[in-house]
């Protein structure tokens, strides 16, 4: 038995240290505007306005704990004390991120309500012009986020065999069946899904701050606040599945990187006896394969097996010989 063969834990994205730098550019924009809302909602007396800088704010801090999320992630990449690496720190960003844009909502709709039973005097035109900046900074925002790439990770390329019953390798290859959502970055998904609800609060509050400018319609404004915070709830549920289905190894059922194993591994006398698969980062998944056969190869020969799967970042395989 060999011990001296290595490997890295490296399961960052593809795209990591560019999706980092973008999250810093946007804090930045963000920052500026939202104390820009904030004191011109609170001076004009709009609640749309209010509510698109405090939410704003509150995004401030959820892309700070995405852009300090990717820097830990990076710096702790070969720590031995990670023992699957820190691809998955995004993914525990992005649900704090979530947790983040559902409290959002909720105050959004408590204040929208209040606003909604004792309205206040708006100065519109002031508060349209606020709110149409604010609107600006977030598509640009929103742009600069926005992964115009599906990139779903490439192993390392570098195969071991320990000649025993347990390979560790990183490899890269082809995986033709793969499920779009595995190789996401949900740090980054995160981040875009907050300066789109910004984005998205602004269009309403420039909705309702027209309507009351032109027909007096005061109660458009805080009803706007309403169903902006209704679609933002909607947006942090599906981010809370997303990333807490990764943060407890829940494969869903579309994924079919199992079945691919099980197709490549379970030909003439092998079969598997136990199997398990679960994301390691984005667009890199681990797989502990125990098989059993009456002419057992070596693990080598069963990792080669497995060599197209390019999403198969980490392999552990365990052979057992069976008479019967």
């Known amino acids: 038995m060999s011990l001296s063969a290595t490997h890295s834990h490296d399961f960052l994205g593809a795209d990591h240290d560019r999706n980092a730098r973008r999250t810093w550019i946007v804090i930045a924009l963000t920052a500026t505007m939202m104390v820009a809302e904030i004191v011109a909602g609170n001076f004009y007396g709009s609640m749309a306005l209010v509510a698109d800088g405090w939410h704003m704010s509150t995004h401030a801090a959820a892309l700070l704990i995405a852009a300090l999320a990717y820097l830990f992630a990076r710096r702790h990449a070969a720590d031995s004390r990670f023992t699957f690496g820190t691809g998955r720190l995004g993914d525990l960003a992005g649900f704090a991120s979530a947790i983040v844009l559902a409290l959002i909502a909720l105050l959004i709709g408590w204040e929208s309500l209040l606003r909604l039973f004792a309205p206040v005097s708006i100065s ?20 600069i986020l926005h992964d115009r790439h599906q990139h779903h990770g490439h192993g390392h390329g570098h195969p071991h065999d320990h000649h025993h019953d347990h390979d560790h390798r990183d490899h890269g290859a082809h995986d033709h069946h793969h499920d779009h959502a595995a190789g996401r970055d949900n740090n980054l998904r995160a981040a875009y899904l907050h300066v789109l609800a910004d984005a998205l609060t602004s269009v309403l509050a420039i909705m309702a701050l027209v309507a009351g400018s032109q027909f007096g319609w005061a109660w458009m404004d805080p009803a706007m606040g309403i169903i902006g915070a209704l679609v933002i709830a909607r947006w942090s549920w599906g981010l809370i599945r997303d990333t807490g289905t990764v943060l407890v190894d829940y494969l869903p059922a579309s994924e079919q990187l199992p079945e691919a194993v099980r197709r490549a591994i379970e030909t003439g006398d092998d079969r598997i006896a136990d199997l398990h698969v679960w994301q390691v980062g984005p667009g890199h998944h681990a797989a502990i394969v125990s098989i059993v056969s009456r002419t057992p190869l070596s693990p080598s020969a069963y990792k080669a ?20």
């Open 305 to 324: 097996r497995l060599a197209h799967l390019e999403r198969l970042s980490h392999v552990t395989i365990e052979v057992e010989a069976v008479t019967a």
């Open 124 to 143: 519109f035109p002031q508060a349209i012009a606020v709110a149409v900046i604010g609107l600006a900074v977030n598509l640009v925002s929103a742009w």
